[in-house]
Nanobody, 122 residues
């Protein structure tokens, strides 16, 4: 079992930056691929980024967001720069122990955090 707790969300003006953090429980953190999804009311969950041995990004955030992890701290980060109003959403930290999956498919991730709200004002 893995428990995930996000932090770092908030209100920021367009063009600004935020860094989300996700603290994971458990001693086997390094074995999990970690990622971020986001969701707005009435819409499907949207893939943002995943880190395995490499990193993957949605086209909408490529070049602006950076995912990273610190296995010693059991933490994954999402650095978000040049934020836009359309980035407003609840951001969820996710984890999977699967060896083969589609990184952009929400059902591939077995563990989800409670979410943190990011609001970007214009």
């Amino acid at each position: 079992q893995v428990q995930l707790v996000e932090s770092g969300g908030g209100l920021v003006q367009a063009g600004g930056s935020l860094r989300l953090s996700c603290a994971a429980s458990g001693r086997t953190f390094s074995r999990y691929d970690m990622g971020w999804f986001r969701q707005t009311p009435g819409k499907e969950r949207e893939f943002v980024a995943t880190i395995t041995r490499t990193t993957y990004y949605a086209d909408s955030v490529k070049g602006r967001f950076t995912i990273s992890r610190d296995n010693a701290k059991n933490t994954v980060y999402l650095q978000m720069n040049s934020l836009k109003p359309e980035d407003t959403a609840i951001y969820y930290c996710v984890a999977t122990g699967r060896s083969s999956y589609s990184v952009a498919t929400a059902d591939a991730y077995d563990y989800w955090g409670q979410g943190t709200q990011v609001t970007v004002s214009s």
